[in-house]
């Protein structure tokens, strides 16, 4: 079987092209090959077809649309779970990197509540540029017009890939993917379903199974580029003349020699030294260690370090080894022949400096026809002197491998999981806070993310290997100084922050978001009488006034129970801001609902938070206050079902001033607002 790109619209074979085997069987699954694919043509597809249609799709459309592929694919899980385990993939591998993939699209879909329902992004607050308030300057971010090309590596064909588009797709850029050739038949299976589906705009996402060499010569500057994989390959991508050219963005995610170290509070018996052989026994085993998050490196104080060698080798010899389609089977082959020859090279290597305490390299298991399969027995190393004997952690052996390595004090431990030299992750299992404290802010320099695992934590822990969709996934230094994910961290990665400066009214109209300062708009009746459809952002209404008596002051203290001495004690004021009993501020802005709100039924069906809210100066008894308040921000919101009614968030600005006409207290407060229109 041919194993098919998809190009400009179309299902293209390649010519010949390169085999692909069982990683269990050896048997020939599938050719892959690009050969035949014009990528410059493709970039030019992307940009001219599918990034235009992306990008008039609103924040919240793109996100619908991430949670209808979402359910669409989950319809269909089980359909590639039989083509996971010809990649050597478990079922718990398989689960992984499938339905994680999917489990990524859905938590990008509802990270769309946290984005305007706009093409666009209004990124942080207004920055006064006047002493009068006429000229201020703001920060909106648009999706670049260019294609975001993702270089996967082949650990996991399906979760490298949806990981990477969910976060350009809710951006509004679309996507060529390019997965490691030796498992692009997974690849291709769930992104012939996905094209299959129809849910995604024409030209958003291409394939292509083979090579992409050449790919790089057509990239521009409002391309982005992400690679996962191999360090040496990142750099060689990462420095070709193009990118630098161009500047073209490049995000990389390195494979990286992490860590994990044992507390030297944890003793041996006790249920934290359990979960840590446990913890780095799944490292190894799962996905027989082909992860760019896998433990490397295992630092144990040394007073531990036979029990640890011990509970370890005892945990990984209890592994069954085998075809994952065999019940029963806890680790499977390594991706491939060839990968398998590169992990006993890179291994010898290690050897020169470290000595073999479990397991072998070339080790025979029972059952197996390892001239077939890449099958391989997870290996334990044991480097005595890790501070002088360097190779632990220059050289990564991407298989069930790992080293050992002692320590003597906390700083110790530290020092050598900064010797990786920048790293995906690490962990450490302690019970002491006071440890998980100075370890964490020691090793944080050289770490993209760090797990403190815990009896406290255990049950719910993701565990070491685990990224989140909405926390950062990189690392610096050899882990390639890349972020991935990481929420709207990560969706800015493809969108472009430019700077906007003017007045007040007109970045009210730019940005769709009332600015301080902006001209208002005087509606035909109270804002709380109009529905969703109606309001207009501008819109103020100036309220009535209020006089705030000392009468006010000692009622609030005592309906509220708050009696801080500055609103109720006028002899403990000496050597305070206060020249006298001041008002609450929660009385203030209760007073100013008072006057804004009409309190009428209407299509206003509740009000359920603040944003914002700034007590600016002190009011005193005496003092008069007004209040405008403005439609500051629209959101729609789908209806949960028939059923539900539709309706609306709509964000008010809430402008409190005194007799002087200053303002003394802001608040935005957040309503939900019902529509004219029920269907």
Same mark, same amino acid.
């Given at each position: 079987m041919q194993l098919q790109n998809y190009a400009l619209g179309h299902w293209i074979a390649g010519h010949q092209g390169q085999s692909l085997f069982d990683a269990s069987t050896g048997d020939i699954i599938a050719t892959a090959s690009s050969e035949g694919l014009d990528f410059e043509s493709m970039l030019k597809y992307a940009r001219t077809i599918g990034g235009p249609k992306l990008r008039k799709m609103t924040f919240h459309e793109r996100g619908n649309m991430l949670k209808a592929l979402a359910l669409y694919l989950q319809e269909r899980k089980e359909l590639f779970y039989p083509i996971s385990y010809k990649t050597g993939a478990t079922r718990i591998d398989s689960w992984i990197d499938i339905e994680g993939g999917i489990g990524n699209l859905f938590s990008y879909a509802s990270l769309r509540r946290q984005f305007p329902d706009q093409r666009f992004y209004v990124d942080g607050s207004p920055i006064s540029s006047s002493k009068g308030g006429s000229f201020i300057g703001h920060h909106i971010m648009t999706p670049k017009e260019g294609v975001a090309i993702h270089i996967n590596a082949f650990n996991f064909p399906i979760w490298g890939m949806l990981e990477k588009i969910a976060v350009n797709l809710l951006a509004g850029m679309p996507a060529i993917v390019k997965p490691a050739t030796l498992t692009s038949f997974l690849t291709e299976a769930i992104t012939k379903e996905i094209i299959r589906s129809g849910i995604l705009p024409e030209g958003s996402l291409q394939l292509v199974c083979g090579s992409a060499r050449g790919i790089l010569?057509?990239?521009? =500057?409002?391309? @982005?580029?992400?690679?996962?994989? /191999?360090?040496?390959?990142?750099?060689? +991508?990462?420095? !070709?003349?193009?990118?630098?050219?161009?500047?073209?963005?490049?995000?990389?995610?390195?494979?990286?020699?992490?860590?994990? @170290?044992?507390?030297?509070? @944890?003793?041996?018996?006790?249920?934290?030294?359990?979960?840590?052989?446990?913890?780095?026994?799944?490292?190894? $085993?799962v996905k027989a260690g082909q992860k760019c998050t896998a433990v490397r490196r295992i630092i144990v104080p040394s007073e531990f370090m036979e029990d640890v060698q011990i509970a370890l080798g005892k945990a990984l010899s209890e592994t069954t080894i085998g075809d994952p389609r065999t019940e029963g089977i806890k680790m499977g082959p390594l991706a491939g022949i060839s990968q398998r020859s590169d992990v006993h090279e890179n291994l010898e290597l290690l050897l020169k400096e470290s000595e073999i305490v479990f397991g072998g390299s070339n080790q025979a298991i029972e059952g197996i026809d390892t001239n077939k399969g890449a099958f391989m027995k997870p290996v334990l190393l044991y480097n005595s002197a890790p501070f002088t004997k360097l190779t632990s952690h220059n050289i990564e052996v991407f298989g069930p491998v790992s080293t050992l390595m002692p320590y003597e004090t906390l700083d110790e431990a530290i020092e050598l999981a900064k010797m990786g030299k920048g790293s995906l992750c690490c962990s450490i299992v302690t019970e002491s806070d006071s440890i998980a404290r100075d370890y964490v802010l020691g090793a944080a320099s050289h770490h993209g993310r760090i797990l403190i695992?815990?009896?406290?934590?255990?049950?719910?822990?993701?565990? #070491?290997?685990?990224?989140?969709? +909405?926390?950062? #996934?990189?690392?610096?230094? &050899?882990?390639?100084?890349?972020?991935?994910?990481?929420?709207? &961290?990560? @969706?800015?990665? =493809?969108? %472009?922050?430019?700077?906007?400066?003017?007045?007040?009214? $007109?970045?009210? !109209? *730019?940005?769709?978001? =009332? %600015?301080?300062?902006?001209? =208002?708009? $005087?509606?035909?009746?109270?804002?709380?009488?109009?529905?969703?459809?109606? +309001?207009?952002?501008?819109?103020?209404? *100036? $309220? #009535?006034? &209020?006089?705030?008596?000392?009468?006010? *002051?000692?009622?609030?203290?005592?309906? /509220?129970?708050? !009696?801080?001495?500055?609103?109720t004690d006028a002899t403990s004021l000496d050597g305070t801001l206060f020249t006298e009993k001041v008002a609450h501020g929660y009385f203030i802005l209760s007073a100013a609902a008072g006057l804004f709100v009409d309190p009428a039924k209407g299509p206003v069906l509740l009000n359920y938070g603040l944003e914002e809210c700034r007590f600016t100066k002190p009011v005193y008894a005496g003092s008069t206050i007004g209040v405008k308040l403005t439609v500051k921000e629209k959101t729609d919101q789908e209806k949960k079902n028939p059923e539900d009614v539709a309706k609306g968030i709509v964000k008010f600005y809430v402008d409190v001033y005194d007799e002087t006409n200053e303002t003394i207290a802001v608040a935005t407060i957040l309503t939900m607002v019902k529509k004219f229109n029920q269907f």
């Open positions: 010569d057509h990239v521009c =500057y409002q391309d @982005v580029v992400t690679f996962t994989g /191999s360090a040496e390959t990142g750099k060689l +991508l990462k420095s !070709h003349p193009r990118i630098l050219e161009e500047a073209v963005p490049f995000n990389m995610e390195a494979d990286s020699l992490n860590c994990m @170290v044992l507390g030297k509070d @944890v003793k041996p018996g006790t249920e934290e030294f359990s979960l840590f052989v446990k913890e780095v026994r799944k490292e190894i $085993t695992l815990n009896k406290s934590c255990a049950k719910e822990s993701t565990g #070491h290997g685990s990224p989140l969709p +909405l926390l950062v #996934h990189g690392g610096p230094g &050899r882990a390639g100084g890349g972020e991935e994910m990481g929420g709207i &961290r990560g @969706v800015m990665h =493809y969108l %472009q922050r430019t700077a906007i400066q003017g007045s007040p009214t $007109t970045l009210t !109209h *730019i940005t769709g978001t =009332y %600015q301080p300062g902006g001209a =208002y708009k $005087t509606p035909e009746k109270h804002l709380f009488r109009k529905y969703f459809e109606e +309001l207009e952002i501008g819109e103020t209404i *100036i $309220t #009535h006034k &209020r006089t705030i008596t000392e009468a006010d *002051i000692v009622n609030f203290a005592n309906v /509220s129970w708050d !009696h801080f001495y500055a609103h």
